[in-house]
């Protein structure tokens, strides 16, 4: 077994180390070490109680959030189901029934 990475682009196990690069002879793609640790350490996304956050969750608003633009509110305690984590500054892009597409701060939800 080799301790070197899989190729990032197809997975190939067959990488070699070439002056400081790693080189997947499959595919042909060439990337740094340092890419490489760079990719393993994947951010984590907690919610309000320190609970891990994933794509796919269903999560709940702990408190009233008012819409810049629109002037609505979400309710505290509203569901929002499927999640997808994004890493920007509000990092949960959903879907809210009867309010469309929308980002979240995972500070301001609770997983289910």
Known sequence: MSALP???????????????????PECAHEWSPQAADAAEEAKVYRDSAGNVLQDGDTVTVIKDLKLKGSGGTIKMGTKVKGIRLVDSDHDIDCKIDGFGPMSLKSEFVRKV
């Open 6 to 24: 899989a190729c990032p682009k197809c997975q190939s196990e067959f990488t070699y180390e070439d002056g400081g690069n790693y080189i997947c």
